[in-house]
């Protein structure tokens, strides 16, 4: 099982990125997902879950109203648009996936990324 992540990059403060998370080797419609992110010296912490349908979504409130998370199961990927960036944003940004868990918010998930950096400057 692999999860990819991409997408991640230098962007000024205000701007947007879109983060892609691709999936092989498990089925990736029967498994929920998430992304989490870590910044220099803190833990690791919960951004946005997508259940396995794309119909049940969660966000932390930090990043409410300004990223959007979304699947899509025929091309085995999950997305994290992100808007209005600010320089708090700036982490590494994980995948996660996991079958039981409908809305990963914890750090239990079965499987993880190998993360991509994002680092918003002002």
């Known amino acids: 099982v692999q999860l990819q992540a991409s997408g991640g990059g230098l962007v000024q403060a205000g701007g947007s990125l879109r983060l892609s998370c691709a999936a092989s080797?498990?089925?990736?419609?029967?498994?929920?997902a998430a992304w989490f992110r870590q910044a220099p010296g803190k833990e690791r912490e919960f951004v946005a879950a997508?259940?396995?349908?794309?119909?049940?979504?969660m966000y932390a409130d930090s990043v409410k109203g300004r990223f959007t998370i979304s699947r899509d199961n025929d091309k085995n990927t999950v997305y994290l648009q992100m808007n209005r960036l600010k320089p708090e944003d700036t982490a590494v940004y994980y995948c996660?996936?996991?079958?039981?868990?409908?809305?990963?918010?914890?750090?239990?998930?079965?499987?993880w990324g190998q993360g991509t950096q994002v680092t918003v400057s002002s």
């Open positions: 997508i259940n396995w349908s794309g119909g049940r979504t």
């Open positions: 080797g498990l089925t990736f419609r029967n498994y929920n």
């Open positions: 996660a996936a996991d079958r039981r868990i409908e809305i990963i918010t914890g750090l239990s998930a079965d499987y």
